[in-house]
């Protein structure tokens, strides 16, 4: 077996889709809840117009959790009517709010661009919930901003383009080839299981899955041969090299040691165009380039390797984690060192 075919197990053993029988749950809770936001909202005087997804499962890039019993997430723009919405979004955000109280939903949050909440099953976490609310005007949408307790100059409803968004990210024409773009959403794949196995804590949940996806998107370098032959490592690796190289990360200062210090900046490519970095920019730009460092060192060691063995170990101990596959008699080992190590759960990314 060939390490492509490696990766290509791999790619399914982390691949989740919408359609699959594990959200069965999720698909039902999420109609039933939609359906009560239709009701409130109608009632309320400004009636939805529509749902979508966003988020992963729109661009076909979404990931089991990293460990079995945590929970899976869902991203739903809610969209109403803008001649009948109030001039105050974050009180469109409180009736939200009502509703995943009455359902029963375990602390519904406001949060600044969405409302947010968890649903529990016999006391286990099964799904987090984000809706963000839009208003709709002439095809043109925006956000609903604000915190219950954000002063009045902060609640807005903002310009932006969830759906330009997600059309961007699924957009085939920058790429030479099918075989190309499906290659991309691949890497995406991989690169959230990397910073889901890698990372924890709070950094963790501050390395946005549309950051990476927006990186790899504009960096991405080719892993096909012009005999066609698929190199998913190569691929990765040059990717991941590109993205040190690149503007997104600005050299500030060097500390004490003379250690170089970073800020990360990302922009959307879509209106609003902000930073998607910009509350933590500063303080996590030299943590996210040495962390990516280390993956491309390893991605290296992996690509220098010849023996198929030691290259899925190293892809599996120092990247990926358990899904990645291990060729017959060292995956008992792997699981061992797993347990010894004390492994930490974090929840999955969208």
């Not at 009632?43 to 019993?69: D, H, M, R, W």
């Not at 947010?116 to 099964?126: I, L, M, N, S, V």
């Not at 996806?213 to 691929?235: A, P, Q």
């Not at 198929?308 to 008992?332: S, T």
Request: with cysteine; aromatic share 12%; charged share 30%.
């Amino acid at each position: 077996m060939s390490l492509q075919n490696l990766f290509s197990k791999f790619e399914e053993n982390i691949r989740l889709t919408w359609a699959d029988s594990q959200l069965k749950e999720l698909r039902e809770k999420d109609k039933s809840i939609q359906e009560d936001i239709c009701s409130a909202f109608k009632n309320k005087g400004y009636p939805v117009i529509e749902f979508f997804q966003q988020g992963s499962y729109a661009t076909q890039t979404c990931i089991k959790p990293l460990n079995e019993g945590d929970d899976y997430d869902i991203d739903v723009g809610v969209v109403i009517d803008a001649d009948k919405a109030p001039d105050n979004p974050v009180e469109v955000k409180k009736n939200l709010k009502d509703v995943l109280i009455d359902r029963n939903l375990k602390n519904p949050k406001i949060k600044m661009p969405c409302v947010t909440a968890q649903y529990y099953k016999e006391g286990e976490k099964r799904f987090h919930l984000d809706y963000p609310i839009y208003i709709k005007s002439k095809n043109n949408f925006y956000l609903a901003i604000g915190k219950e307790s954000s002063d009045e100059k902060i609640r807005k409803w903002e310009f932006g383009d969830p759906k330009g968004l997600i059309d961007w990210v699924n957009n085939k024409s920058s790429f030479l080839s099918e075989e190309n773009y499906s290659q991309y959403k691949r890497l995406i794949k991989y690169m959230k299981r990397w910073r889901d196995y890698c990372i924890t804590g709070t950094e963790r949940k501050s390395i946005y899955s549309i950051a990476l996806t927006v990186m790899i998107h504009e960096k991405y370098k080719s892993g096909i041969s012009s005999d066609g032959d698929i190199n998913d490592l190569e691929s990765l690796r040059k990717t991941v090299s590109s993205i040190l190289d690149s503007s997104y990360f600005k050299l500030i200062k060097y500390d004490n040691n003379n250690n170089p210090q970073y800020e990360v900046t990302v922009n959307l490519p879509v209106e609003p165009r902000r930073d998607i970095f910009n509350k933590h920019g500063k303080t996590l730009g030299t943590f996210l380039y040495n962390k990516l460092s280390m993956m491309q060192k390893n991605l290296d060691k992996a690509s220098r390797e010849s023996d198929l063995k030691k290259q899925c170990e190293i892809l599996a101990n120092d990247i990926f984690g358990k899904d990645f596959p291990v060729p017959e008699g060292y995956q008992q080992s792997l699981n061992r060192k797993f347990k010894e190590a004390g492994f930490i759960k974090s929840s999955q990314g969208a």
